[in-house]
């Protein structure tokens, strides 16, 4: 019930493409959702975060798209870049600790 | 720097040592969280400080994993005994009070790499 599944593990794009990753949760606990991205020795930084209350947020070239019926959240990264080639990883949290359950990754590289 | 502070960056030991790592949260941060990364793997949940309080922890924090957060400041994570297993990233994250209902973003460190031989 603590699980997040992350897809893909590995995802290549063009330059100027839409990245995709998709990622879903079992514990309807969870009221918190939020996007990390990971450069090499680096810990991870949060890219947008979103609250099951709304559908969709959206913060400049990035999208998270929330389904609460279906448990199943998305990032999009619009006109990808190489600089964001990275890992990125889903999470969701929820209880007083607000401690972060991560999925698995997925190493995204963008091809010039 | 404001970020969350971690040290040493890398860590190199024999199997059976001891080692402690070192984090120094952003100022004004109260709540305080460790967390392990393996190889292609996310970050996993190792234990939950509220100031000096430890509130919470996993059961992957065996009884040779010991955490403290002396006066709500800097937290130190001490492993005994280390094995090979032990060996991944070790990161450090903070964030501010939650203010009613929301949630504070999580501020991660650059992390402790652990190399057991």
């Known amino acids: 019930q603590q699980q997040v599944k992350q897809s893909p593990q590995s995802l290549i794009v063009q330059k100027g493409g839409i990245s995709i990753i998709n990622c879903a949760y079992e514990n309807t606990a969870f009221d918190y959702f939020p996007w990390y991205q990971q450069f090499p020795g680096k810990g991870p930084a949060l890219l947008i975060a979103i609250r099951p209350d709304v559908s969709e947020k959206k913060e400049g070239r990035f999208t998270i798209s929330f389904n609460k019926s279906a448990k199943q959240f998305s990032l999009h990264i619009m006109d990808s870049q190489p600089g964001d080639s990275a890992t990125y990883f889903c999470a969701a949290s929820g209880g007083a600790t607000n401690k972060l359950i991560f999925g698995t990754g997925t190493l995204l590289a963008v091809q010039p | 720097d404001t970020g969350v502070s971690q040290d040493p960056r890398h860590k190199i030991t024999k199997r059976g040592q001891n080692v402690t790592f070192r984090c120094d949260p952003i100022?004004?941060?109260?709540?305080l969280y460790w967390y392990r990364q393996t190889l292609g793997q996310g970050p996993e949940f190792l234990t939950y400080f509220q100031n000096e309080a430890q509130l919470e922890k996993s059961r992957l924090l065996s009884d040779r994993f010991s955490a403290e957060r002396p006066k709500g400041s800097f937290s130190t994570l001490e492993i005994q005994r280390t094995e090979q297993g032990d060996s991944a990233m070790y990161l450090c994250a903070s964030s501010r009070p939650f203010i009613g209902t929301g949630v504070s973003e999580a501020f991660f460190g650059q992390g402790t790499r652990l190399t057991v031989v």
């Open positions: 100022s004004e941060h109260n709540r």
